[in-house]
């Protein structure tokens, strides 16, 4: 299959233990951020997003973390799982005139060991 | 499962040939946009199109190009292939005109140009 992770950072974590995963971003007009987590192989897939505006949302096991005056992302996974080995990668989203474009980071590979 | 589809799912070209990618978008959306995906970097936005017509484009040159039809259903189109087309393309399809416009990918192509 598809490795997109060749030469991407890479977090290890045991199973059950708490991961986060950080980015930077660049523009600070864009008007909201998503984490995507991308399985080998596969296109990217939603895990949860920030607008703007608020500095923390919390899913299920995930919570993401905004802090707009050094422009960073924060994802953190609790309990972390072995399906939750990936790829990670923040995007922002400028909505403009010409749609929503979405402009990603490079990616975090997240390794799960048992 | 997105329910975004997209065709071929491995393509091998030589340098000079041109091709074409199809996708599919999720019932109910309007809006495709293509990202290429190289290996060990986040995606990169190629384009965008919304009923019909381009809706904002990234950094790339004029051999690349697209098409979105009535069903809303969407082609990527590169000429003249060079080496470094090799990527992942990527198509997701949103609801355009909405302030969010979450965007849901499809599984990808892998095109390598030789």
């Known amino acids: 299959g598809e490795s997109v992770g060749l030469h991407l950072p890479t977090l290890s974590v045991q199973e059950g233990d708490n991961s986060i995963i950080n980015c930077a971003y660049s523009?600070?007009?864009?008007?909201?951020f998503i984490w995507y987590k991308q399985e080998s192989g596969k296109g990217p897939q939603f895990i949860i997003d920030?607008?703007?505006?608020?500095d923390k949302r919390q899913g299920q096991r995930v919570t993401v973390l905004l802090n707009k005056t050094v422009k960073h992302l924060s994802l953190q996974i609790a309990a972390t799982q072995p399906g939750d080995s990936a790829v990670y990668f923040c995007?922002?989203?400028?909505?403009?005139?010409?749609?929503?474009?979405?402009?990603f980071g490079t990616g975090t590979q997240l390794k799960v060991e048992l | 499962e997105t329910g975004v589809t997209q065709s071929p799912t491995h393509l091998i070209k030589t340098r000079g040939q041109q091709v074409t990618l199809r996708c599919s978008s999720q019932?109910?959306?309007?809006?495709v946009s293509w990202y290429q995906q190289a290996l060990g970097q986040g995606p990169q936005f190629i384009f965008q199109?919304?009923?019909?017509?381009?809706?904002g484009r990234g950094n790339f040159p004029p051999r690349f190009s697209g098409l979105q039809f009535p069903n809303y259903s969407s082609e990527l189109n590169v000429n003249a292939l060079e080496l470094d087309d090799s990527a992942l393309y990527l198509c997701?399809?949103?609801?355009?005109?909405?302030?969010?416009?979450?965007?849901?990918f499809g599984p990808g192509t892998r095109l390598t140009v030789l």
């Open positions: 997701a399809s949103s609801v355009g005109g909405q302030g969010k416009g979450e965007q849901f």
């Open positions: 523009n600070s007009a864009s008007d909201y």
């Open positions: 920030i607008r703007s505006n608020m």
């Open positions: 995007a922002e989203n400028l909505l403009t005139g010409g749609g929503n474009k979405l402009t």
């Open positions: 019932s109910g959306h309007n809006t």
């Open positions: 199109y919304y009923r019909e017509e381009e809706n």
